[in-house]
């Protein structure tokens, strides 16, 4: 093995080198994918925390997969959470008002209750 | 930058639907509660499934109870003001004390009598099924449940605790 080859070898790679031609099909939004890396290879490493959060939603949100899972939870969040809700007043005041109404109807609890 | 904060907005918002609608149509019944003249009635309505006709007779009924009850309330804590005055003074149970605990008790079971009467009628007003529910909650809310004594007493000769008796 010549790990230094001479000036006639170099030739001849560079023959082959300029004959070869890539025909494989590049991946999907290679360029894009690129230009990407290499914007985030350049961007600053000193950049905080707000900022990192920000670019990373941006790139995130978008995405229709994403933006659909969002909205799903929101909406299930929201939805339950007014479920409960209702459900703690409504047995809240259905608690209060059976003793109401037991106030009404027995002296002793309506004694009971006035102290 | 724009869609991403349009999509999170979005989302806040459905969130916020989401919770303003169930909790609206999950508290429309609280609302119709505290809009009627008298909610516990209505209360009442919505827990044993009365129908129009039923409530408005037990609307009547309470309507005519309520009076007697009072009256009843006023003759009983006045029995129970001059019953303090008297034990202040005394030492002993003088007779007129005594007068007055038996005056007393009978005026109880005169307007626990009332009271049972009342909760009959109520009952035979509903549905049967609803009815024998009433009277099995009034059975526990009022008077009637009788927590205290016996069951303390019964505790003490079983060797328990009220607490342990009830578990």
């Known amino acids: 093995m010549n790990p230094n080859p001479g000036p006639e070898n170099d030739e001849s790679l560079r023959k082959v080198l300029r004959q070869w031609a890539v025909d494989a099909p590049l991946p999907p939004r290679f360029q894009e994918q690129v230009w990407r890396r290499i914007a985030r290879a350049e961007a600053k490493p000193e950049q905080g925390f707000w900022t990192n959060l920000a670019k990373q939603?941006?790139?995130l949100v978008p995405r229709p997969r994403f933006a659909l899972a969002y909205l799903s939870v929101f909406l299930v969040l929201?939805?339950?959470a007014g479920a409960v809700a209702a459900q703690l007043k409504t047995s809240k005041l259905d608690s209060e008002l059976s003793q109401r109404y037991v106030q009404s109807i027995d002296p002793y609890k309506a004694d009971t209750a006035h102290r | 930058m724009k869609k991403s904060i349009l999509i999170l907005l979005l989302g806040c918002l459905l969130g916020g639907a989401g919770f303003s609608g169930f909790y609206y149509f999950g508290t429309a019944d609280c609302r119709w509660?505290?809009?009627?003249p008298q909610p516990e009635l209505a209360w009442l309505k919505k827990e044993f499934k009365l129908s129009d006709a039923e409530f408005a007779r037990i609307s009547?009924?309470?309507?005519a109870y309520m009076p007697q009850c009072a009256v009843r309330c006023q003759h009983i804590g006045a029995q129970n003001q001059k019953l303090r005055e008297l034990f202040a003074q005394s030492t002993n149970v003088t007779p007129e004390i005594q007068a007055l605990l038996t005056e007393r008790a009978k005026?109880?079971?005169d307007c626990e009598a009332e009271m049972m009467k009342h909760f009959l009628e109520v009952s035979r007003t509903m549905p049967p099924e609803e009815g024998k529910r009433y009277l099995a909650w009034v059975e526990e809310q009022t008077f009637l449940h009788g927590r205290g004594m016996g069951e303390r007493h019964r505790s003490e000769k079983a060797g328990q605790t009220p607490d342990e008796h009830h578990m």
């Open chain 2, 33 to 36: 509660m505290m809009n009627e």
């Open chain 2, 107 to 109: 005026t109880r079971a």
């Open chain 1, 78 to 80: 929201g939805v339950t």
């Open chain 2, 60 to 63: 009547q009924l309470h309507a």
């Open chain 1, 57 to 59: 939603v941006e790139a």
